[in-house]
């Protein structure tokens, strides 16, 4: 048999047609059609083997010539198209998770035996109407990236990763609303929705971003679906051992920076995988160790530098059993024990007694099943659960002196003792979920409309938490007018100013236990792929989502439904798969948000009772006293009285769970309408180049509701409470998206891949919760304030206008023994959008009180447009380059890098603390409704005369602390092995 070579373009259209066919269970799909040039060829048998399948698996071409190989395992995969009298044609094409590829194969009558080979394209950008990029772990080890989950999806268009914290926002949507697998099981957190690193970086085979037109089977996000597959075994062993090297002192120094420890952190990673039958059991384990040290310091004047230490260990194992290749079982578990040292929330604070040690243990593990019952029909399910515990968090003092945090209201930093209780009563907090998932798949070919790729499922999530939020060891703060500093560094002492009438406390107990919350989500699904011909594909798919909810006192709370289509169209103008033009509309709702749900809950949940300090003045005149004898005095006072809850004169505010917010009777999930549209076009089997617009418009934002018609309550004390309903608007909240995105990767050779994006977007409205944690209080107290300058319209925080991605690989030097690979990306990102605003505005003097128990004293005012100043740009360059020298089936391999390589400091959180008569005397009150509040300079002292009202502090736009900046340059340095 001899071979030749002929274009994909005349022979094989490897093409992703029609919307992707999401899979949960981290798999793909191959499908297509087969003819001899000009009809279609039935009963051709398809061959597909990769070296993450186990065995070889078939289909054969129905009466319409058209095929389906799903449930397969993502890697590179060889498909054989074989039928007497035919040439045999042969191709690799990639198969990528949550992905469904089409290879359409053209077979010539075989005049002598022979057989067709063909280039086959493996570009990892979808051109379907679902927008997703995959990046595997080859790349993402070669470029100059820290290797982690945020940087496969910030490669990605339409992501923006939110300053240092690596939180994700994709597409406009709140960071907290994108759904994140790790194999199939849901690796969010429960409050904050940030991702959690359940992963070995090592381990990591692929990541799929998926930013628009997603799959009904994808539920509970607005933003992005994030898919992390990790690695199996397989038919050869293989392995890795790599040693991270990293130094405080290989990190530039900001101009904040004081003090830099000479300390080398080491992060260990060890894979192993293999088989113990060969195509039948195979297994996968994996380790990581890091001791990591992070030079920083308290808030000036003080400034006393200390390292931030972590030390944790990650552990994974899976395995892979498969009786025959049509039926796979996998089972994986994955382990993370987390120790730190010198903790401090919230950052930053004064002082080192603010800091303490905690450990955070967490586990996930997933079981599931994929079948093949025939030709057309297949099934999967999966079973997972997370469980994640905060251990010792918090003060270990309940003293007053010790247990007692201190807040100096002027620039808002706490220190003294550390914010929650490490000692009291159920203070480990959990959180996790388990997840039951299950989907059919149906392959239907008909002679005369096409072929549908029909999938339908259900799908069983329980959100889960249970918590004590004890806020201090005592249960109280002390909030100071101001905090008088003398010194620096470990030998400062603080004065905290207590003045009668002007100080207060808050008093924080939590009067009954938790019970533990129960947050269900209960879906089904259709998706039908309806391929009409190699024009046309039509995506036809409907989501429902049922909210079951019980929070942590046991009480059913939440119980509402809502259906999602999914549409779109794709039509490919030649029918060859270079082209592609696409059309999308969705609707997408967000999992209810364990903290809104659980807002009316007592258990677990404090109280918050403001009060007035009332007893002699503390540090005003004469001798001053430091901050334990001040709390000394202070707590004598309150002894005195009798303690708050018997002075309920004294209290300004006061929040008792149980008795002041309530939620509405058809509470329901935020959700999101998206309409898309795109094009894309191959360019030969090098590369792919597709550009996209996505308009999204949010509705059903959680906002706490207190008005004349809610009523009021009260609570066993006597203490009568506005009511406050939680429930969602779509009236008053506001937020759009459009983006456009480009992106693109193309092969110049076999040495040279090049790729990049670019991402111009708006993002506007007045909708400023960016996690979804807490309602908005647009609609409390609505005669309290305007929105004009309330909540305003503009250009949200998270309008990060151009995002540019640009990168290349290059194999310098490809010999057997020795190679050299030299990578480099630029990264630029315009800057975010900030503005001046403050929360202690008089309002009270300026409203008739139209009946309300407790209205409010102060409110939030905006005194800019919201969109008044930028951030500076992120810019950055980075460099990576690769040795590797090859030996016996053994690689070893050196591979420094650097990012920032030209140290730009761009500001990126910069201070936005601003003054009005609360907290600098010599500014006046304003009527908000009436009059326009005067500014007076920054950084100077004005006359009270002069009729000033507010004031930029003397930081606002600046940085204060080093993590302000952009991460400075910083070196890395990599050395291992691998077989």
């Known amino acids: ?18 919307a992707a066919t999401g899979q949960r ?15 279609p060829l039935p009963g051709v048998t398809i061959t597909a083997t990769s070296p993450n399948q186990q065995g070889a698996r078939t289909a054969y071409t129905t009466i319409n010539g058209d095929y389906i190989l799903d449930l397969l395992p993502p890697g590179l995969y060889t498909l054989r198209f ?16 949550a992905q469904a590829s089409t290879v359409n194969a053209v077979m010539p009558l075989a005049k002598v035996a022979e057989e067709v080979t063909v280039t086959g394209n493996l570009e990892t950008i979808s051109t379907t109407a679902t927008d997703a990029a995959t990046y595997g772990s080859h790349l993402i080890q070669t470029l100059p990236v820290n290797r982690d989950v945020s940087s496969y999806v910030n490669l990605t268009a339409g992501t923006v990763q939110f300053g240092n914290a690596g939180q994700q926002q994709i597409t406009g949507a709140v960071p907290s609303e994108n759904l994140y697998l790790i194999n199939g099981a849901a690796a969010a957190d429960n409050l904050f929705g940030n991702f959690l690193p359940l992963y070995i970086e090592d381990a990591i085979q692929e990541v799929t971003t998926t930013v628009s037109s997603v799959s009904a089977e994808y539920g509970r996000f607005t933003g992005g679906v994030v898919n992390v597959l990790t690695k199996s075994g397989g038919n050869e062993f293989h392995g890795s051992l790599r040693l991270a090297l990293s130094n405080p002192k290989w990190t530039a120094a900001t101009p904040l920076t004081i003090e830099r420890s000479d300390a080398l952190d080491k992060l260990w990673e060890g894979t192993l995988g293999g088989y113990i039958l060969k195509d039948t059991l195979w297994f996968f384990l994996g380790g990581r160790h890091t001791s990591q040290t992070t030079s920083t310091q308290t808030y000036p004047p003080v400034s006393i530098p200390y390292d931030f230490t972590q030390v944790q260990d990650r552990y994974e194992g899976k395995l892979t059993f498969s009786l025959t290749p049509n039926h796979r079982v996998i089972g994986s578990y994955l382990h993370v024990d987390t120790d730190q040292t010198n903790y401090v929330f919230p950052i930053p604070a004064y002082d080192m007694d603010s800091a303490y040690p905690r450990q955070i243990p967490q586990d996930i593990v997933a079981l599931n099943y994929s079948g093949v019952l025939s030709n057309a029909f297949f099934v999967e399910g999966q079973y997972s659960s997370r469980d994640m515990t905060w251990l010792n968090s918090g003060s270990r003092y309940t003293d007053p002196e010790r247990g007692t945090p201190v807040w100096d209201s002027l620039n808002w930093v706490v220190y003294n003792s550390p914010i929650f209780c490490a000692v009291c009563p ?10 039951v998932f299950a989907k059919g798949s149906l392959f239907l070919s008909t002679e005369k409309v096409g072929s549908h790729d029909l999938r339908f499922g259900a799908d069983l999530f329980d959100d889960l938490r249970k918590s004590n939020n004890w806020q201090s060891g005592t249960g109280y703060f002390l909030w100071a007018d101001e905090v008088i500093i003398a010194g620096t560094g470990t030998s400062a002492k603080y004065y905290p100013v207590v003045v009668p009438d002007s100080s207060f406390m808050i008093y924080l107990p939590v009067f009954q236990l938790s019970r533990g919350t129960h947050f269900k989500t209960e879906s089904g699904f259709v998706n039908d792929v309806w391929r009409l011909n190699t024009n046309f594909t039509f995506n036809i798919g409907l989501r429902y989502d049922k909210n079951d909810g019980t929070d942590a006192s046991g ?20 029918g060859d798969g270079d082209t592609q033009v696409v059309l999308g509309y969705a609707e997408y709702v967000a999992a209810i948000q364990n903290g809104i749900a659980d807002s009316q809950s007592v258990g677990g949940q404090p109280a918050s009772i403001y009060f007035l300090y009332e007893g002699p003045p503390i540090n005003v005149d004469g001798p001053q006293v430091e901050t334990h004898e001040a709390l000394r005095q202070v707590f004598a006072w309150l002894d005195s009285i009798g303690g708050p809850m018997a002075n309920p004169q004294l209290w300004f505010w006061a929040h008792v769970p149980g008795y002041q917010v309530f939620i509405g009777d058809d509470l329901k999930s935020p959700s999101t309408t998206e309409w898309t549209a795109g094009v894309s076009h191959r360019l030969g089997s090098r ?3 597709r550009l996209d617009y996505i308009n999204r418009k949010w509705k059903d934002f959680y906002v706490a509701r207190v008005d004349r018609t809610t009523g009021t309550s ?14 969602n608007d779509s009236s008053l909240l506001h937020r759009k998206y459009w983006g456009l995105l480009l992106q693109g990767d193309y092969r110049a050779s076999e040495r040279l891949q090049i790729g990049g994006n670019y991402t111009y977007s708006k993002l506007y409205g007045n909708d400023f919760n960016y996690t979804n944690s807490y309602a908005d209080t647009v609609a409390s107290y609505p005669e309290y304030h305007e929105p004009r300058w309330y909540n305003p319209m503009g250009y949200l925080a998270g309008d990060y206008r151009h995002k540019v991605n640009l990168y290349a690989s290059w194999d310098a030097v490809s010999a057997k023994v020795v190679s050299v690979n030299v990578s480099l990306l630029q990264r630029y990102l315009s800057g975010r959008p900030y503005f001046a605003q403050s929360q202690w505005v008089s309002v009270s003097p300026y409203v008739t009180n139209p009946g309300y128990a407790m209205p409010p004293d102060f409110t939030w005012y905006v005194f800019t447009p919201i969109d008044a100043y930028r951030t500076g740009a992120l810019r950055s ?9 090859k030996l016996a089936g053994l690689e070893l391999y050196l591979n420094p890098r650097v990012t920032n390589l030209f140290n730009n400091q761009a500001v990126i959180n910069p201070n936005v603390t601003v003054y009005t008569r609360y907290n600098k005397k010599y500014l006046n009150w304003f009527d908000p409704f009436t009059q326009t509040p005067k500014e007076c300079p920054q950084g100077t002292t004005c006359s009270q005369a002069d009729g000033y009202n507010w004031q930029k502090g003397p930081d606002f736009g600046k940085a204060v602390q080093p993590t302000d900046y952009q991460t400075p340059r910083t070196f890395v340095v990599n050395v291992g092995l691998r077989f």
Do not use: Q
Not at 1 to 18: F, I
Not at 25 to 36: A, E, R
Not at 82 to 97: C, K, L, N, Q, W
């Open 1 to 18: 048999m001899r071979a030749r070579n002929v274009s994909a373009v005349l022979v094989c259209a490897l093409l992703l047609a029609g």
């Open 25 to 39: 269970i981290p798999t793909g799909t191959l499908t297509g059609t087969v003819t001899d040039g000009k009809a």
């Open 82 to 97: 074989e039928i007497e009298g035919f040439e045999t044609v042969d191709t690799v094409v990639r198969v990528s998770a």
């Open 426 to 435: 159920g203070s480990h907090e959990t959180r996790g979920n388990t997840d």
């Open 555 to 574: 009480t059913k709370v939440v119980k509402d439904s809502k259906w999602s289509p999914r549409l779109s169209a794709s039509w490919d103008p030649n």
């Open 687 to 689: 590369g792919m180049v």
């Open 714 to 727: 009260e609570d066993p004390y006597g203490n009568v409470y506005d009511r406050t309903v939680i429930e």
């Open 877 to 885: 360059t980075d460099l990576a380059m690769t040795f590797s020298f």
